[in-house]
């Protein structure tokens, strides 16, 4: 079974300063790795994705990640947060192989960014 | 290309009701997936579907809820007798191969009063 826990369930930070919500995750399996957002009123986004290659993985809207194997994490950053990045951040897991093809996700965070 | 809709947007019905949720997947996605988010928990998972097939409907929460895919086009979930803790929002997401991320469509927020 996998798992993902997201640390923080909310974030509040102001515009222009840098931001990371952090994510780590079980499995006994090799996985996939994905953040996706969830602006108000909006559907799910992708944000990035890790399959495999090198470990820092750029996203859109100036988000990245890294993917930390030892430490089972998958953090996403921004130098600089706009107030349009407010929105609820999901961090997920799916198996890269085998016919399981489901997302595993966390909690989500919530991030808020002030003027 | 066109995303993958769902409707109604939002659904108000009382207990005991029948609802069904539509999803609409991007034309060429065989795989079909719903989830849903109860208030306040994480999304999970309820089934997914190779094209007409059921591959996995572990997450089915009990028999009151029917997934189906006509000739692996659309999709609806249906749901009865909808009970209170059925409330929450229902998505859908496709994808065309393994790894290439999914498309998710908005939800339909579920109210069952």
């Known amino acids: 079974a996998q798992s993902v826990t997201q640390l923080d369930s909310q974030v509040p930070v102001f515009e222009e300063a840098p931001v990371e919500l952090r994510c780590n995750y079980s499995?006994?399996?090799?996985?996939?790795l994905f953040w996706y957002v969830q602006y108000p009123n909006q559907g799910l986004q992708l944000l990035l994705k890790?399959?495999?290659?090198?470990?820092l993985v750029k996203g859109i809207n100036g988000f990245e990640a890294e993917f930390n194997k030892s430490q089972t994490s998958f953090h996403l950053r921004k130098p600089s947060v706009h107030i349009s990045d407010t929105a609820e951040y999901f961090c997920?897991?799916?198996?890269?192989?085998?016919?399981?093809?489901?997302?595993?996700f966390g909690k989500g965070t919530l991030l808020t960014v002030n003027p | 290309e066109a995303g993958v809709t769902q409707f109604p947007s939002h659904s108000v019905i009382e207990k005991g009701q029948t609802v069904t949720l539509r999803c609409d997947p991007i034309s060429g996605h065989d795989n079909l997936y719903w989830y849903r988010r109860v208030m306040g928990k994480e999304i999970k998972f309820l089934l997914h579907f190779v094209k007409e097939s059921k591959q996995d409907e572990s997450g089915m929460p009990n028999n009151r809820f029917l997934a189906e895919r006509t000739g692996g086009t659309y999709s609806t979930l249906k749901v009865q007798p909808a009970e209170l803790e059925d409330s929450g929002v229902y998505f859908c997401?496709?994808?065309?191969?393994?790894?290439?991320?999914?498309?998710f469509g908005s939800g339909t927020r579920l109210t069952v009063v």
């Open positions: 997920a897991v799916s198996d890269s192989g085998g016919s399981n093809y489901k997302l595993t």
């Open positions: 997401a496709t994808q065309r191969d393994r790894g290439v991320g999914y498309t």
């Open positions: 499995s006994s399996v090799s996985v996939y």
């Open positions: 890790y399959l495999s290659g090198s470990t």
